[in-house]
């Protein structure tokens, strides 16, 4: 097994390419900082759709379509697409990528949903069952507000550790040759529960289980934080991003401006009403593609560690008082020619 | 990171240390401020139906109708909810908001059906006020029974 680098982390044998990405995202994101990195901004909320649940299914195709597209492949290329949400089942995948008629892995990995869809085709085609693979994931504030807390007409009021879920979908295409930067390592987040029970401050929840992976993933591969122009998680948002790099302290890796996380990226706290910051499986996927992806293809970051956080509670298990266990999963994101 | 008792304890502390408190007192007075203006709207229709003529038994159910139409309009454009945020409790608690709970689950479950999307989660927010608020009252009713004796 000369892949394992240890418990958790691999290393590929040949460098994947990711040689397309594509965001799509709703309107309020589109007003953040990150507006202009964007393939799309969406103005309405309900994509042309009669529901928020198919709003989200639009997302993830339109995302999907951009990708493929300017990957210069057309859909037909694609060996395997692995996509998830937030919604129950999977539903935002499922109706968006049905029509593709691609063999499909449905992955549900909360908001660290990018990571695993990344990880999960990466190994796939190291391990040479495929040459191309189509991963994304996708969340929508409506329909996350739904199914999780209160109709969006309630008056109430949101605490300030609560975080906003990011509309959108983001994508990219991987792929055996062809040009893009590429994933070198893959480190896979263990369930990592601290007791928080608060679903309102789900950074709380899931910073320890990010500190783990990257405290893991720096002893498995060797190196320190130095060694990564930017070490960026998913959605922690301000509070947790904070939690995750005293917890990273603790355990003899100090982090400093280098260590950042989507969600604090994504909105404007000063403009925008969005408390801790941003979160969902589109935070981290959005950011990624639309803002760290180019950055990466054009050599503006050499190396990054990419770690999409999720929060793997439901309603029912809030509701019967369990606690919030966090998941986070890392990828190693280098520029370069690509694979070849 | 191994999650043993002592590590949960010292995260939650640092968790408790970390994350800011929902500013309470300036809640306090915007809930007092927008609770009480509703509360005077309320007055000054009943003012205004008493002058026209209606009893005062009458009054008191206009008031509440009117109330309440009011309150589901504003939810409907979406208003109320955008209040809610800053009012908090002061729009929660009156009558309006008892409104408002009901036709927000009303307006987001239509999608899944007349029957088992918007009637059956019609009460999602409101059943439990209306479940308690009856026993409630009942244990009440038992007290001050006994206490008349």
């Avoid at chain 1, 639009?58 to 859909?75: C, D, I, L, N, P």
């Avoid at chain 1, 605490?159 to 295409?173: D, E, I, N, Q, Y």
């Avoid at chain 2, 968790?15 to 007075?29: A, D, M, Q, W, Y």
Wanted: glycine letters at 12%; a neutral charge.
């Amino acid at each position: 097994m000369g892949k394992r680098l240890g418990p958790q982390t691999v290393r590929l044998e040949r460098p994947v390419a990711v040689t397309a990405a594509a965001a799509v995202a709703g309107k309020m994101e589109g007003e953040g900082p990150l507006g202009e990195c964007f393939d799309r901004i969406v103005q309405d909320a309900l994509f042309g759709e009669d529901s928020w649940e198919k709003a989200e299914s639009h997302f993830v195709r339109e995302a999907m379509e951009r990708a493929v597209q300017k990957s210069g492949h057309t859909m037909g290329d694609m060996d395997y697409v692995f996509c998830g949400d937030l919604l129950n089942q999977c539903i935002g995948t499922t109706f968006g990528i049905k029509d593709f008629s691609i063999p499909c892995f449905g992955v549900f990995g909360a908001c660290s949903t990018m990571g695993e869809t990344m990880s999960l085709g990466a190994m796939l085609i190291d391990g040479g069952f495929a040459e191309q693979v189509l991963a994304g994931a996708s969340s929508h504030f409506c329909s996350a507000e739904k199914q999780f807390r209160f109709p969006l007409p309630l008056g109430i009021q949101r605490p300030p550790v609560s975080a906003r879920t990011v509309t959108g979908a983001g994508a990219a295409v991987l792929s055996r040759k062809g040009e893009g930067p590429v994933i070198r390592e893959i480190t896979t987040g263990k369930i990592v529960d601290l007791g928080i029970k608060d679903a309102n401050h789900m950074g709380a929840a899931m910073a320890p289980a990010a500190a783990a992976l990257i405290a893991a993933h720096l002893r498995e591969t060797n190196r320190r934080p130095e060694d990564y122009d930017y070490i960026v998680t998913g959605d922690l948002g301000r509070i947790g991003r904070d939690l995750a790099a005293e917890l990273l302290a603790k355990e003899g890796f100090p982090m400093d401006e280098r260590y950042t996380d989507c969600g604090i990226l994504v909105y404007d706290p000063q403009k925008q009403d969005v408390h801790a910051g941003g979160s969902g499986c589109a935070c981290s996927a959005v950011t990624f593609a639309g803002y760290f992806y180019p950055k990466l293809r054009r050599g503006e970051i050499r190396r990054m560690l990419f770690v999409p956080t999720g929060a793997l509670l439901s309603t029912t298990s809030v509701q019967q008082g369990l606690t919030i266990p966090g998941i986070a999963h890392g990828i190693v994101l280098e520029s370069g020619k690509g694979a070849d | 990171m191994e999650a043993n008792e002592r590590t949960k304890q010292e995260y939650a502390k640092m968790v408790e240390r970390t994350s800011p408190k929902s500013p309470i007192g300036k809640n306090c007075l915007f809930a007092f401020l927008s609770g009480g203006a509703i509360c005077t709207l309320g007055q000054m229709f009943r003012h205004w139906y008493f002058s026209m003529g209606w009893t005062e038994e009458e009054c008191g159910l206009l008031v509440s109708v009117t109330l309440i139409g009011l309150s589901a309009v504003l939810t409907a454009l979406g208003i109320y909810g955008r209040l809610g945020k800053h009012c908090g409790a002061g729009t929660e608690v009156p009558i309006t908001g008892f409104a408002n709970s009901v036709v927000s689950p009303a307006i987001e479950f239509k999608k899944e059906g007349m029957v088992l999307g918007m009637a059956a989660k019609m009460f999602l927010i409101a059943g439990p006020v209306i479940v308690y608020g009856t026993l409630t009252s009942m244990v009440v009713g038992v007290i001050y029974y006994l206490l008349g004796r």
